[in-house]
């Protein structure tokens, strides 16, 4: 079978941002409007993806918010919303049902349960329904050649309690679930948590076919890497993944996110057919997991796990 899916590639749409950092707590006030406005524009951005002929729909990293974590100011901390009945789930899982897709939309998250707030993705059937979610699981603290980032200060790392849809979960790892949608299973790959060793192949294990890796993401090293990781990973466990980043600079920080999205499989990446500034969209062909591999490995048959000191597991049937 095969899928479109589109990824978004954009930034932070509120037009009245400040042009010095000196001016950011007049925002404090603003803070709606600049959720409402990031939804407005990916809201467009999810039309303009259908009409395309895109099934289902991957939305950036934090999309309803600029990227604040590039400075400490608890202000931005009020965006945090129900990851059920917040403003911006809300409006992706009307968007979703009106459109008739799938899609992927990472949130702030705040779980009024234990008073948390997490980077958080939900997975959406095209029916509107939230068919669970995951949570962010390796939240990174630092600075690199070009800015500062201090996730740590706005959200935590998962908890590994994701709260799913019980008939849509498919994995048994509740830090990195799967999800059967009715077009593909699909796992979350959430920006810094690609870097760590066993995130795809944990998706991979719990039988995952599509792994999208919704990221912010600047600096040299970074981007390096943004060109390695994903062809490697999607080779050696036999998936697909979609990594999407943010294109341009955000007032008034105004460090620049380098963009790059793209798909890459098994046997490389894919072309693109979109020639929308903002989308990226791809034909993912789901059979072609289940061929021979035309290099002639079979590394899950050949894979000694008494080697590595785990199980040996190939996820659940499809």
């Known amino acids: 079978?095969?899928?479109?899916?589109?990824?978004t590639e954009t930034i932070n749409a509120f037009a009245d941002m400040p042009a010095n950092s000196e001016d950011l707590p007049n925002l404090a006030g603003h803070l709606e409007d600049i959720r409402r406005a990031n939804i407005s524009h990916n809201l467009e951005l999810i039309e303009e993806a259908a009409q395309r002929g895109a099934m289902i729909?991957?939305?950036?990293?934090?999309?309803?918010?600029?990227?604040?974590?590039?400075?400490?100011?608890?202000?931005?901390?009020v965006l945090a919303e129900d990851a059920t009945s917040g403003?911006?789930?809300?409006?992706?899982?009307?968007?979703?049902?009106?459109?008739?897709?799938?899609?992927?939309?990472?949130?702030?998250?705040?779980?009024?349960?234990?008073?948390?707030?997490?980077?958080?993705?939900l997975i959406i059937s095209e029916s509107g329904q939230i068919l669970g979610k995951h949570r962010k699981v390796h939240i990174p603290e630092g600075s690199n050649e070009e800015a500062l980032f201090d996730e740590r200060f706005y959200y935590r790392e998962s908890d590994g309690d994701q709260n799913q849809n019980g008939s849509s979960l498919i994995s048994t790892n509740p830090w990195f679930p799967v999800f059967r949608t009715s077009l593909a299973r699909i796992g979350i790959a959430a920006c810094y948590d690609r870097h760590f060793e066993g995130t795809v192949s944990t998706l991979a294990a719990g039988g995952a076919e599509l792994i999208l890796a919704p990221s912010i993401t600047f600096g040299a090293k970074?981007?390096?890497?943004?060109?390695?990781?994903?062809?490697?990973?999607?080779?050696?466990?036999?998936?697909?993944?979609?990594?999407?980043?943010?294109?341009?600079s955000e007032p008034p920080w105004n460090q620049e996110f380098f963009g790059g999205s793209y798909f890459a499989g098994p046997n490389g990446r894919i072309d693109n057919i979109s020639d929308h500034?903002?989308?990226?969209i791809a034909d993912i062909d789901l059979d072609s997991l289940n061929q021979e591999d035309p290099s002639g490995w079979n590394l899950l048959r050949d894979r000694r796990p008494e080697v590595y000191g785990d199980a040996d597991s190939k996820g659940p049937e499809a």
Do not use: K
């Open 1 to 7: 079978m095969t899928v479109r899916v589109a990824l």
């Open 57 to 77: 729909v991957g939305l950036g990293e934090l999309f309803s918010a600029p990227y604040f974590a590039l400075h400490r100011d608890p202000m931005w901390r």
């Open 87 to 121: 403003p911006t789930a809300t409006a992706i899982c009307t968007a979703a049902q009106e459109f008739g897709l799938i899609i992927v939309a990472p949130i702030y998250e705040h779980d009024a349960s234990n008073a948390q707030r997490f980077n958080t993705t």
């Open 222 to 248: 970074s981007m390096r890497l943004w060109e390695l990781e994903f062809p490697v990973d999607a080779a050696r466990h036999n998936v697909f993944i979609g990594g999407s980043n943010r294109r341009g």
């Open 277 to 280: 500034d903002n989308l990226i």
